[in-house]
Each structure stands twice: as C-alpha cells, then as structure tokens.
C-alpha cells in the first residue's frame, strides 16, 4: 500500500460525458502528478501539482483539467469523453516539487463507450 | 519521443535464475528510476539512481547508469515467481518534475 488514494476504482460513461477523478496524495507529500496509461501510449504525464501551483504539464489534452485543493488532494476532470479516453489514470505523489521518487495509487479504469 | 526505452519487451526466465533488463534514454538526466507494475494495478517504485552514481543496490536488485552510452539496466538475482510484473524505467530531465516512462518490460518467472 504506497499511501495514495484514488476514487472511484472503476468508471464506466459513455462518449460526451465529463467525470471527475480523485486522487489523496501520501500524508506529507505536496506535489501530485496525473498520468494516463494505456496500452497503445504507454504511460503518458499528463499534469503536476504542487502544494496547489501547476507545476508541470505533459500531453494533456485541453478537455482534461486538473486541480489541487489546499488540503493537497487534487482531482482530474474530464470532459467531452471520446473512446480514445479509455485507459488507466494514476495519480503519484511526491514529498518535493523535484527529482524525488514517486508513490502510485491503485489507478480508476476509466471505460467509455 | 520517448525518452526511456526498455529492452527487450518481453523476458521469460526460470525462478532461480537472473533477470537483466536495459533501459537507452536520449538526453542528459537528473536522475534515473525504476518501477514495477503487477498486472492492472499501479506502480512501485524499486529504485533511484542519480547521474553521478554509476552502480546502486538494493536487496536482489542491481542498477547500473551508463552516462556516456546514456543506458541503464536493472538486474534481478535470483528471481522468485513474485517478480512476474512488468517493469519500467523512468527518466526524470529537466528543472520540473517530469518522469517520462519506457514502454516497460515483461517479465515472466517460470516456478
């Protein structure tokens, strides 16, 4: 068990919906980082958080968004769903802003169909 | 372009036996890392290595950072059926946080 959270485990939606994903970092840790795995792409960066600043963007796409809220946990939302979408979507979390190891939640499968 | 690249893809070996596996990354690195994945779940992370640390340890597992050559490889020792898993590095560049992870490798133990 590495210490983060994510919410929900599984999410099935359809094509144009927009879902919320949430993520509670380790208890010390301030930066939070999204990534999207799926089995064409790989594991892609999508967007860094840290103690609530945009830190670092990846390929996020401008229908994703994502936010940390002052008591560090962060949520990605994402809009207009396409099938493309579907994937694995991890949330890290790290004790610094960089170079340091990252701690991996469980993931939410995200299905859309 | 990716950053970290594993190889091979895919690597089945007996338990018992030691399990290499290589990582080629194209610029220069802050620090280089290593994760495990068991099958849908998330990540691990198994060790760091820095760009001016030529060899670490830990436990069964063994890295080693080729700065000139810009590779890494991580070596398992005496590998258990536990170590099935997928393995990936992650090269961390740059002034900001950005890991950019390999495509990963396959690692299957035969009991």
């Known amino acids: 068990d590495s210490g983060v959270t994510q919410t929900p485990k599984h999410l099935i939606t359809a094509t144009g919906q927009r879902v919320t994903l949430r993520c509670s970092p380790r208890?010390?840790?301030?930066?939070v980082y999204w990534y999207q795995q799926s089995l064409d792409q790989g594991l892609q960066f999508l967007i860094q958080y840290y103690n609530g600043e945009e830190r670092a963007k990846g390929n996020i796409l401008e229908r994703f968004s994502a936010q940390q809220f002052p008591d560090l946990h962060s949520e990605l939302n994402l809009s207009s769903l396409e099938l493309g979408d579907s994937a694995l979507y991890f949330c890290?979390?790290?004790?610094?802003?960089?170079?340091?190891?990252?701690?991996f939640g469980p993931g939410t499968r995200l299905t859309v169909l | 372009s990716q950053q970290g690249e594993e190889d091979p893809q895919a690597l089945s070996i007996q338990e018992g036996e030691n399990a290499t596996m290589n990582c080629s990354y194209k610029t220069s690195i802050n620090n280089l890392q290593w994760y495990r994945q068991n099958s849908g779940r998330g990540l691990v992370h198994l060790i760091l290595?820095?760009?001016?640390?030529r060899e670490k340890h830990s436990g069964r597992l063994r890295v080693t950072l080729d700065t000139s050559k810009k590779s890494s490889s991580l070596l398992i020792t005496a590998s258990r059926a536990a170590d099935t898993a997928s393995y990936f590095c992650?090269?961390?560049?740059?002034?900001?946080?950005?890991?950019?992870f390999g495509k990963g490798i396959t690692l299957s133990v035969r009991p």
């Open positions: 992650a090269c961390h560049t740059g002034a900001n946080s950005k890991l950019t």
């Open positions: 290595i820095r760009s001016n640390e």
């Open positions: 208890s010390g840790d301030l930066s």
């Open positions: 890290a979390s790290a004790r610094g802003v960089s170079y340091n190891e990252q701690f």
